[in-house]
């Protein structure tokens, strides 16, 4: 068994190997992950919206050790990583981090807000520090202004216009 | 020889004065979904480019990120391993057990949480879903003296044998 603990160490192997083979292949397994991870948020979103989507990061926060502020309001939810506890752990390694571990996040968040018809503002900040700030708005023009404000803005696979 | 609890081992391993830190010595909440993207991970990853693959990147686990314990395990000091196991078995509450003597560790998983939690997530697990035992077990071992076997029991069960090589 590979423990949950060390998941994310697995997963950086695996974007390693995907990385080499071409950007689509990288995008096509966060759109499986994507998928996957449908089975737990989608019908939460899709019901529930912004508070819905505080509910499942609510839980993360604290089951992935997460040292994260969230913060909900009318207009949107915002969740302020400090420390992030996957690209911690992949930094944290004896195999090499891959050098864009942050973008499979945006990666599988992205196609499944869109689904939902939020709008995410996705900053990184720095790729190798394990912080970033992620807002999702109910509102497409808040969103797009937001985007001016970001340092290093994730983009995800047929993300909408 | 008569196998002794992984208990005394450890009185053993401190009154040795060795050093058993390990490596990743994770602590705080356990997130077992992990286990549910590491089967869409095998399903995928073998579906789109073949078992080979898959393995192959099995391997780069067990030769890289598990790095320090594969150097102990070169350098004789196998219950490394079976502290690793007791930590992280721990961690996720299986049923299970381990066994030392001096030829030999034996690790006899008697229920796997993370098979079983699988299997409650999403009904069907991955008939390569013990690869990732398998497979990093094979590379963990690979250029040592040892050998790693992996049995399959039974669903969610296993046993993972460290011996020298004959």
């Known amino acids: 068994m590979i423990p949950s603990d060390h998941f994310t160490r697995f997963y950086n192997e695996v974007f390693k190997f995907l990385e080499d083979q071409g950007e689509e292949h990288l995008e096509a397994y966060w759109l499986e992950i994507s998928k996957n991870q449908e089975k737990h948020t989608l019908e939460l979103f899709k019901e529930k919206g912004l508070k819905g989507m505080y509910e499942y990061w609510d839980h993360i926060r604290i089951e992935e050790n997460c040292d994260m502020d969230l913060k909900l309001d009318d207009e949107k939810l915002e969740l302020r990583m400090n420390v992030c506890p996957s690209l911690s752990k992949v930094l944290d390694n004896d195999a090499e981090p891959m050098k864009r571990y942050c973008d499979h996040c945006a990666g599988w968040i992205g196609p499944l807000i869109d689904k939902v018809d939020h709008h995410l503002v996705y900053d990184v900040i720095d790729r190798n520090k394990p912080q970033c700030v992620v807002k999702i708005f109910k509102d497409k023009e808040k969103a797009i202004e937001e985007e001016k404000n970001a340092k290093l803005l994730m983009g995800w696979p047929k993300k909408k216009k | ?166």
């Open chain 2, 1 to 166: 020889m008569k196998p002794i609890l992984l208990e005394n081992l450890y009185i053993k391993v401190n009154k040795n004065n060795l050093d058993q830190k390990l490596r990743y010595n994770d602590g705080g909440n356990v997130h077992m979904d992990f286990h549910g993207a590491t089967n869409t991970t095998i399903e995928f990853i073998i579906n789109k480019y073949g078992i080979d693959t898959m393995n192959d990147i099995f391997k780069k686990v067990g030769n890289d990120v598990y790095k320090d314990i594969k150097d102990h395990i070169k350098n004789g000091n196998i219950k490394m391993l079976a502290k690793h196991w007791q930590h992280f078995f721990d961690r996720e509450n299986a049923d299970y057990n381990i066994s030392i003597n001096d030829e030999e560790i034996i690790l006899t998983v008697n229920r796997c949480t993370a098979y079983e939690h699988v299997k409650k997530l999403v009904g069907n697990v991955s008939p390569n879903f013990c690869d990732q035992t398998i497979k990093t077990n094979e590379a963990l071992a690979e250029d040592t003296p040892y050998e790693i076997k992996t049995e399959i029991l039974g669903e969610a069960a296993c046993r993972q044998t460290i011996r020298k090589r004959a």
